[in-house]
């Protein structure tokens, strides 16, 4: 039989407490009953209803026939118990069954509404903690290559004749500087977001903004900056040097 059931400490006050048979028997006869309504052989056996007899009672206790006789009636003088006897066995009836059964029942529903709550309460706490952790193995993973929210917003849109806008993000901006160290490419794009938003008939397409972009670029560098340009030339990286060279061999063969 599942289940359990809790056993007050004021037992210990109780008159039958000193006698161990009748606190043995009495126990066993609160484990035994129904905890709910129910039929057997027949029978109805209702909630807190035991269907027994004193042989089967001393076989299940090992207490002899006699003392189950003599605790059954010292039981029934004080009130525990009730026996209605039937044609095959006995029924017995712990008379404060109801009552603290419950009593019970009301405790497990208060404990688990409780745990319920406090479950939809600490469930913020969990995921914030959650979060934490996240973030944390995000900062520990060097190889991690999930952009950051600020490295994948654009920095300037230019629009484009399908009148979608074409993002450039700081990356783009680093390597157009690095190629064009004379030429400040933020605000040259800016200009450029500014002719196509004005010229409609003349905005590029997706493919051809980035061609469109380069050579902006090449000419504002080989134009009004070349006195800046031959300064800072000489300041060029090897690796600079051979990225501007790349491009402007690509500029030539477009």
Not at 3 to 23: A, C, F, H, N, P
Not at 99 to 105: G, S, V
Not at 177 to 188: G, R, S
Request: glycine share 2%; charged share 25%.
């Amino acid at each position: 039989m599942p289940g359990w059931l809790k056993m007050y400490r004021k037992i210990t006050e109780w008159e039958w407490y000193t006698d161990s048979q009748t606190v043995h028997l009495f126990i066993h006869i609160i484990i035994k009953a129904s905890f709910e309504d129910s039929k057997w052989r027949g029978q109805n056996i209702k909630r807190g209803q035991l269907f027994t007899g004193r042989k089967l009672l001393s076989q299940q206790t090992g207490i002899s026939e006699q003392s189950i006789r003599t605790i059954l009636n010292r039981l029934k003088s004080t009130e525990e118990i009730t026996i209605e006897s039937t044609s095959k066995n006995s029924i017995i009836t712990v008379c404060n069954y109801e009552r603290y059964q419950a009593e019970y029942q009301q405790t497990n529903q208060q404990i688990n509404q409780q745990t319920n709550q406090q479950s939809t309460s600490d469930q913020p706490a969990t995921n914030h903690i959650k979060e934490i952790k996240k973030l944390k193995k995000e900062k520990k993973d060097p190889f991690c290559l999930e952009p950051s929210a600020e490295a994948s917003n654009p920095v300037v849109e230019i629009i484009l004749n399908s009148k979608k806008l074409y993002p450039l993000l700081q990356k783009d901006i680093d390597d157009w500087q690095d190629l064009f160290p004379a030429v400040d490419v933020l605000c040259e794009l800016r200009k450029m977001a500014a002719w196509s938003e004005a010229n409609t008939a003349k905005r590029k397409t997706d493919k051809g903004i980035r061609r469109f972009i380069v050579s902006w670029l090449s000419k504002e560098q080989d134009s009004g900056h070349r006195p800046l340009l031959q300064s800072v030339q000489t300041a060029l990286t090897p690796n600079q040097q051979k990225m501007e060279d790349q491009w402007i061999e690509a500029l030539r063969r477009t």
